[in-house]
């Protein structure tokens, strides 16, 4: 078992840049693919970005492409979400979550969940 924390939502402008943290606690010696998912109001979770075991390797939506960064500390238990050039439609409660599957794109394929962190840009 394995519980995740999100840190670093807020309020930020358009073309501005956030960092959102998830810190990860108990079975943490077993490294988990990490992936960030968010939830507009309305709309249903999608899929972010996703991380491997390593960090050597990392899959983006298409929406988020050359703008938002995962990345992994594993000295740290702690997964990042770099986001920047921020636009309205990022808007959304962002949630990171720990699965088995690097190319699982589905919720389904994520076991663990954190609470989730409000991100609101405006425009």
């Known amino acids: 078992q394995v519980q995740l924390v999100e840190s670093g939502g807020g309020l930020v402008q358009a073309g501005g840049s956030l960092r959102l943290s998830c810190a990860a606690s108990g079975r943490t010696e077993r490294k988990y693919i990490m992936g960030w998912f968010r939830q507009a109001p309305g709309m249903e979770r999608d899929l972010v970005a996703v991380i491997n075991r390593s960090g050597s390797s990392t899959y983006y939506a298409d929406s988020v492409k050359g703008r938002f960064t995962i990345s992994r500390d594993s000295a740290k238990n702690t997964v990042y979400l770099q986001m920047s050039s921020m636009k309205p439609e990022d808007t959304a409660v962002y949630s990171c979550?720990?699965?088995?599957?690097?190319?699982?794109?589905?919720?389904?394929?994520?076991?663990?969940w954190g609470q989730g962190t409000q991100v609101t840009v405006s425009s």
């Open positions: 979550a720990a699965g088995d599957t690097f190319y699982g794109r589905s919720v389904k394929d994520y076991p663990y």
